[in-house]
């Protein structure tokens, strides 16, 4: 059994991670950059703090809400598709939210109800995201790739802020939401891309022993084993090169 890898950006040796990575980065950025914005335009809207927690709130609140439906969906479908699919309504959302920004829209409730929607639809990929992790890296890199996520929201936390203070005052607010919308189908372009090449064309190998049942193949070109019973993966390579 392989020591599990302790340095936390060992992941990023696989093209696929590091683009799919890159593309949370930019998309975790994007969601602190819209919190700040619509948060800051509440508050000097109505000048209530219970108004703009509401904001904040709405960011959240699904991810406790819809994660579970998510889980679901990803045991059911291509996890994949789920994903990518949640990242695209998502973006549709926060489009929308950007539209009604440049109309010149400021109610609290409107952009609030906006906001749920749109972090409900991203919290129901949220499960897939996490359960594409072990098709894309051997298992004893899985902590690593896991620590990526927690880097990859904390710089978002880290920039968000001010790259949003930034964009707020050169391109206004509609047009900052507007980034964290494309940010949403960057991510899903990603999802389809690494994941496309690295597991559902075949480029990743991997050795499954079925415990407690059967083996019964591949689901979707690969992208995940069904079985009577837990399997484990015991060996992943990643032939679309370093």
């Known amino acids: 059994m392989k020591a599990v890898k302790s340095n936390p950006f060992t992941p990023l040796r696989y093209r696929s991670v590091r683009l799919l990575w890159g593309a949370a980065v930019i998309s975790d950025i994007g969601t602190w950059v819209q919190l700040i914005v619509v948060g800051s335009l509440v508050a000097a809207h109505t000048g209530s703090a219970v108004q703009t927690g509401l904001v904040a709130l709405a960011t959240f609140m699904p991810q406790g809400i819809s994660s579970p439906v998510g889980g679901l969906l990803a045991d059911r479908f291509d996890r994949r598709k789920v994903f990518a699919r949640a990242l695209m309504l998502q973006a549709f959302f926060t489009a929308v939210l950007a539209v009604v920004l440049a109309v010149g829209v400021r109610a609290p409730g409107v952009l609030t109800v906006i906001i749920l929607l749109g972090s409900a639809a991203g919290s129901l990929g949220a499960p897939s995201y ?3 992790q072990p098709d894309l890296v051997p298992p004893d890199e899985l902590m690593a790739m896991v620590s990526l996520g927690v880097y990859s929201w ?6 968000g802020p001010m790259l949003g203070t930034v964009l707020s005052l050169t391109i206004g607010a509609a047009g900052t939401v507007a980034f964290n919308a494309f940010s949403f189908v960057v ?56």
């Open 130 to 132: 996490s359960a594409m």
């Open 154 to 159: 904390n710089g978002g936390r880290i920039i």
């Open 187 to 242: 991510m899903a372009v990603a999802v389809v891309v690494a994941v496309m090449r690295g597991i559902a064309t075949g480029t990743v190998a991997c050795d499954v022993i079925a415990l407690g049942g059967h083996f019964t193949g591949a689901h979707d070109g690969g992208d995940r084993f069904a079985g009577e019973g837990a399997a484990t993966v015991v060996g992943l390579t990643d032939e679309d090169g370093l």
